[in-house]
């Protein structure tokens, strides 16, 4: 395999195992720990972790391995905002008629939302919301915002996925509530009780993470 492909498989199996949670905030992991189990040597693992650093996943101290960061929640929040800012765009263009949503696929990724909620699958349930979001945004033809939206993907997902592990009860909910809200909006045509929903998930969530001290 080229020296390329190798990196960046070894990225991308370094990058899943931080995001999923396998690898939680505050474990030191060594170049020869990451090479033995993803089977193959330290080169690629030693470049994939210089991007990981660069995408503020991992930090490294000489002598002492590879540190993976916590995304704080305030870093989170600032993902949220833009999330939120998106939606609420994509909402104001249906409002004037000039873009429509696609409902059968907002019902699917609402049904794989709330079915990954009853089986405890905290990536599934935040992986599903975003895409929900996604095909929100899809209806805009603006295909910046679906690169923002997958530059935001890992950090938002690592943040969630690795505090439910850390605190699995109880169960995530407010997601897939409000998701289930801008649908059954968006069916009867009521935009803006959608942009209430979601504007009202936010704030619920920043006076949450403010008064437990997260932000």
Known sequence: MPPESLEKTAYEMLRSRIVYGDYMPGVMLSENEIAAAFGMSRTPVRA??????????????????????????????????????????????????????????????????????????????????LDFIGIMLRSSGNAFMMQVLDLCRGKFICRMVTFRKQHPTPKPNWSGLTNEKVYEALTAGKIEEAKAAIMDNYDRTTRQLAYSGMI
């Open 48 to 129: 994939a972790i210089s991007l990981l650093e660069r995408d503020g996943f991992v930090e490294s101290f000489k002598g002492r391995g590879v540190l993976v960061k916590e995304i704080s929640f305030r870093k989170f929040c600032e993902i949220y905002e833009v999330l939120v800012s998106m939606q609420t765009f994509v909402l104001d263009l249906a409002d004037k008629g000039e873009r429509e949503f696609d409902l059968p696929a907002l019902k699917s990724c609402l049904d794989q939302q709330l079915a990954a909620r009853e089986a405890d699958d905290y990536a599934g349930y935040y992986e599903s919301a």
